[in-house]
């Protein structure tokens, strides 16, 4: 069984649907009064509906990623050009990016971690503890709790 995205139990019936314009996994009793947009009959429908959205909502790139860019990209020794023309992308496309002047898309930030060994995209953090509400402790002392005892146990 599935957990609802709203409440956490877990439920046997689970639903997608919209709730201020965000698509949410949530059980029967959640869903009232919220825009069902599909029923979600089993595990794999579940993750599925999970999924497109953590990659659609929950990337983003980091604040100082031209400065990043930059940095690696000197620390490596590659010109502007040759990165660019490695990555498939024109040479004033990536100035763009590195003097912060347009955000990388997706998979332009990809490419550029990827080549230079950096992190520019990061995910869920403030969507994912919003959505624990108070269960976030919790489950971060639980783990932790288990990670000592496994320690211990070695
Ligand atoms: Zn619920």
């Given at each position: 069984?599935?957990?609802?995205?709203?409440?956490?139990?877990?439920?046997?019936?689970?639903?997608?649907?919209?709730?201020?314009?965000?698509?949410?996994?949530?059980?029967?009793?959640?869903?009232?009064?919220?825009?069902?947009?599909?029923?979600?009959?089993?595990?794999?429908?579940?993750?599925?509906?999970?999924?497109?959205?953590?990659?659609?909502?929950?990337?983003?790139?980091?604040?100082?990623?031209?400065?990043?860019?930059?940095?690696?990209?000197?620390?490596?020794?590659?010109?502007?050009?040759?990165?660019?023309?490695?990555?498939?992308?024109?040479?004033?496309?990536?100035?763009?990016?590195?003097?912060?002047?347009?955000?990388?898309?997706?998979?332009?930030?990809?490419?550029?971690?990827?080549?230079?060994?950096?992190?520019?995209?990061?995910?869920e953090d403030a969507k994912t503890s919003q959505r624990a509400?108070?269960?976030a402790?919790?489950?971060?002392?639980?783990?932790?709790?288990?990670?000592?005892?496994?320690?211990?146990?070695?």
């Amino acid at each position: 069984m599935e957990e609802c995205d709203i409440c956490g139990r877990k439920a046997g019936n689970l639903y997608l649907v919209e709730i201020e314009g965000a698509q949410m996994v949530a059980c029967a009793e959640c869903s009232k009064g919220a825009k069902i947009i599909d029923q979600l009959r089993t595990t794999e429908q579940v993750q599925q509906a999970r999924r497109p959205e953590k990659q659609a909502e929950e990337s983003t790139i980091v604040e100082n990623y031209g400065k990043i860019i930059r940095d690696a990209r000197e620390s490596l020794g590659i010109p502007i050009k040759v990165l660019a023309e490695k990555l498939n992308e024109t040479e004033s496309d990536l100035k763009r990016v590195e003097s912060q002047h347009t955000l990388p898309r997706d998979k332009l930030a990809k490419k550029l971690e990827k080549e230079l060994g950096i992190k520019l995209i990061v995910k869920e953090d403030a969507k994912t503890s919003q959505r624990a509400y108070g269960k976030a402790d919790q489950v971060t002392l639980g783990d932790a709790a288990v990670f000592k005892d496994k320690k211990q146990g070695v």
